[in-house]
């Protein structure tokens, strides 16, 4: 497939949202831009913002919320548009 992966930039732990209250950054169908933030990854109790690089349409998330993740680890998968 064509599908181009969303991968984390470093090692820490993953989350879909902002906060626990409120909706997931994207969901699976969501269309994205290179500036679209995506989840943050929480390391050293710093929050990064983690954004899409790329123009495209979400269609998996890869990742179970507040796991954690490896450096380079595929976070989520685009279909290019």
Same mark, same amino acid.
């Given at each position: 497939s064509n599908e181009i992966e969303v991968k984390s930039p470093m090692i820490g732990t993953f989350f879909r949202?902002?906060?626990p209250e409120s909706g997931s950054y994207v969901e699976v169908g &969501? =269309? *994205?831009n290179a500036d679209t933030v995506v989840c943050i990854?929480?390391?050293m109790?710093?929050?990064n913002e983690i954004k &899409? =690089? *790329?123009n495209g349409v979400i269609t998996q998330v890869l990742v179970e919320n507040a796991k954690p993740v490896e450096f380079g680890q595929p976070l989520f998968k685009v279909r290019p548009v």
């Open positions: 949202a902002p906060s &969501a =269309e *994205v990854i929480e390391a109790k710093v929050m &899409a =690089e *790329v």
